[in-house]
């Protein structure tokens, strides 16, 4: 099993930047490609960030430009910067990773809420 963590949310205003982590723990050689999901209240859930199989970084419309990942492997560590942010990018935030050996496990993070007022 993979355990991942998220951390870093909180209150911000229109403008400002947050940095998101997100830790995996427990068999994390199950996992290489950790991305950024995120739901908004009355919303489904929606792609934010994730890594594509070729190398590069597939992101939502709405945060390119604004958001950025970067990870640290030796602390099996994944990050999303993201600047500008506007109130409609209030939302929880879910750090998510496919399982590599078996296409239909994927584990999930508990959340962590990102509020921008206005």
């Known amino acids: 099993q993979v355990q991942l963590v998220e951390s870093g949310g909180g209150l911000v205003q229109a403008g400002g930047s947050l940095r998101l982590s997100c830790a995996a723990s427990?068999?994390?050689?199950?996992?290489?490609?950790m991305g950024w999901y995120r739901q908004a209240p009355g919303n489904q859930r929606e792609l934010v960030a994730k890594p594509t199989r070729l190398g590069s970084i597939n992101y939502a419309d709405s945060v390119k430009g604004r958001f950025a990942i970067s990870r640290d492997n030796a602390k099996n560590t994944v990050y999303l910067q993201m600047n500008s942010l506007q109130p409609e990018d209030t939302a929880v935030y879910y750090c998510?990773?496919?399982?590599?050996?078996?296409?239909?496990?994927?584990?999930w993070g508990q959340g962590t809420q990102v509020t921008v007022s206005s």
């Open positions: 427990g068999s994390t050689f199950r996992i290489n490609a």
């Open positions: 998510h990773a496919p399982d590599i050996f078996v296409p239909t496990r994927e584990y």
